[in-house]
């Protein structure tokens, strides 16, 4: 069976939110590690949760309270570290499906063209409601 992966662009996701992201980075990073923490479970299938942060965020991920995900700290742009992991999952596995969740209209167009999808943050949301 093939675990799918999914890749969330936490900086996009939580910037899409009114909870004070700009204010304070890692807090409302770490709000959405705590809630993708959970999204495994969700699903009708099995996946591979990667998170990739960058900036300020990045100290959201500095613990391992996190099991079940994978936290990427961005080591420049935040785009090109997720661009990093689906080349990587695509050369490994050209059949794995790949699901990016992001609103960043740029980033989604060099996913799409390795072959992965691309949903806005609201798909969280969706899942397993």
Known sequence: MTIQLIVVDAANVVGSKPDGWWRDRAGAARRLLLRLNTLEQRLAEPAEVVVVL???AKAAGATDDFEGLRVVSAQGSGDDAIVDVVSA??????????????AD??????????GARSVGP???DTVGA
């Not at 490994?92 to 969740?101: L, N």
């Not at 209209?105 to 390795?114: D, G, H, P």
């Open 105 to 114: 209209r740029e980033l989604r167009s060099r996913i799409e063209a390795l």
């Open 122 to 124: 609201r798909w969280l």
């Open 89 to 102: 999952a695509v050369e490994a596995d050209s059949d794995r499906p790949i699901t990016v969740v992001t």
């Open 54 to 56: 960058e900036g300020a």
